[in-house]
């Protein structure tokens, strides 16, 4: 069966064997194919002390790519060879790379159906390979475990008479490799000053989103390591894009919509203006795993005792403990993306992780039984043509054990949710009124944030309305202070 998390080589050999291999000896080769521009042997013997204690240990690992569905083939795996943390990670002053937010690809997104844009993503294999590795600081050198070490060997005979009596080998880094905490930063700032280079403007609201105006609009980029997504406002544009992007880059991995995968979300731009978001193959894998036990089937993900806390019930054990925290994460982020249905219950079970009982066990069960029986859904967007954003705001008056109240809100640009929050308040209100106007208060930046993106990369947005639907928090708002003796001492 297809491998469902990250495994080390010699389980993935042992498992799948032909595949397994095809996709260690691609990894391999990517890295070998520039000599020892990459990675360069040294003898051991020859080392100084200090250079020793600045060898990494690696690891080479194969996993299933996150939008594989059903079956295994060699495609469906892929193998990386990751230097384990750096030990002298201080050394660097800025190490931080951002990657693109959900919300800002999902806005941009519901633009792009509207607009009937042409889409297209790239792919930069072995992107971290392009970045020379910071001269200014000390060199960094990984040893490379006896398998890793054999199949170079078979690759490049150079590499024999480097390999040690135990059978690895020492490499120093020349360029970056996945794991040393400065790759990403360095690959982020050479694709950022490519794109720059190319015309591109980067959003002052979100890193990770480039545009460049045409003649017949805008075409932006969005960002996330080595993966980028093109949306163009017609075919002309994305291929100009990709050419000049080919020009510099070698070996890149094109694909063109409308039905397009990324980040392991399948993107299906229809005729109508709408795009529909899902993600079968991240679902299909939670529900897959050895970790999850669903139940039956159930309608909605969570009933009426959701927010009710049983003091009497046991606790996990603490094996059960790190499932259910693992499991609950992978739901989130779900859930985050194109669940926002489940959002309320896996909120609630977020609180839980720390030490889940039975009964939070049960409750997760029933998220679990409901994804069982709703497997494909996704999330539809669209936008409208004069466009507002709409942000959409209500709380659940003291529903928590605490006496805190419950917030859910949502930003629409037409149909389906862009952002969507649904979260525990940080206060105890004294009244549904003053609920509901925290929750407006907490929620409303959303809407401001998504306007300025899209007005960032060129769209035209005609303004914010927020929804809300308590008459008394609307009085507030609108008079901007308390209308009544109850609700003084929110002015103060």
């Not at 397994?20 to 000896?25: D, R, S």
């Not at 844009?117 to 490379?144: H, W």
């Amino acid at each position: 069966r297809a491998l469902r998390l990250k495994i080390g080589y010699a389980r993935a050999k042992e498992a799948l064997r032909k595949a397994a291999m095809g996709a260690i000896t691609k990894e391999l080769t990517q890295i070998s194919s520039s000599g020892f521009d990459v990675l360069q042997p040294v003898d051991f013997r020859n080392m100084s002390a200090d250079e020793r204690k600045r060898i990494l240990p690696s690891h080479l690992f194969v996993r299933e790519k996150p939008d594989a569905i059903t079956g295994v083939n060699p495609e469906d795996l892929k193998a990386r060879l990751v230097a384990v943390k750096d030990r002298d990670e201080n050394i660097y002053d800025d190490k931080s790379s951002p990657t693109v937010s959900a919300d800002s690809l999902k806005a941009i997104s519901a633009v792009a159906a509207r607009d009937r844009c042409s889409v297209g993503t790239v792919d930069f294999p072995g992107a971290f390979l392009n970045c020379i590795m910071p001269r200014e600081c000390p060199q960094t050198f990984i040893r490379l475990n006896r398998f890793p070490t054999e199949v170079m060997v078979s690759i490049d005979k150079r590499f024999l008479k480097f390999v040690s009596d135990s059978g690895t080998m020492v490499k120093k880094l020349n360029k970056a490799l996945y794991g040393c905490v400065i790759a990403a930063k360095l690959w982020y700032d050479m694709l950022r000053n490519t794109l720059e280079g190319m015309g591109f403007a980067r959003s002052a609201y979100d890193m990770c989103v480039f545009s460049r105006q045409a003649q017949d609009g805008p075409t932006t980029l969005t960002v996330h390591v080595a993966d980028v997504m093109i949306f163009s406002p017609n075919d002309a544009e994305r291929e100009r894009v990709i050419s000049e992007l080919s020009e510099l880059f070698r070996g890149l991995k094109i694909y063109r919509g409308p039905e397009i995968k990324y980040l392991g979300m399948n993107f299906e731009y229809r005729k109508d203006g709408t795009v529909e978001i899902s993600m079968p193959g991240y679902t299909n894998a939670l529900l897959e795993h050895d970790d999850v036990r669903a139940g039956r089937v159930h309608t909605t993900p969570a009933g009426e005792d959701l927010y009710d806390i049983d003091e009497d019930s046991d606790a996990l054990d603490e094996e059960n403990r790190d499932k259910f925290h693992s499991v609950v994460c992978r739901l989130l982020y779900l859930a985050k993306i194109v669940r926002n249905e489940m959002l309320s219950a896996v909120n609630f079970l977020c609180s839980r992780t720390q030490l889940p009982t039975q009964q939070d066990l049960r409750k997760l069960q029933r998220v679990l039984g409901y994804l069982k029986g709703t497997p494909n859904l996704g999330l539809i967007l669209s936008a409208d043509n004069e466009l507002y954003v709409r942000s959409s705001v209500d709380a659940s008056y003291g529903v928590h054990a605490d006496g805190k109240s419950h917030t859910g809100a949502c930003v629409t640009l037409r149909r389906g949710s862009t952002p969507a929050t649904s979260t525990k308040q940080k206060i105890v209100t004294k009244a549904s009124t003053e609920a509901k106007l925290e929750a407006a208060s907490d929620m409303y930046g959303q809407g401001v944030s998504t306007v300025r993106l899209l007005e960032s990369v060129g769209v035209k947005v005609q303004g914010i309305i927020l929804e809300q639907d308590n008459l008394s928090t609307i009085a507030l708002m609108k008079n901007g202070k308390p209308n009544s003796s109850r609700s003084r001492h929110i002015a103060i």
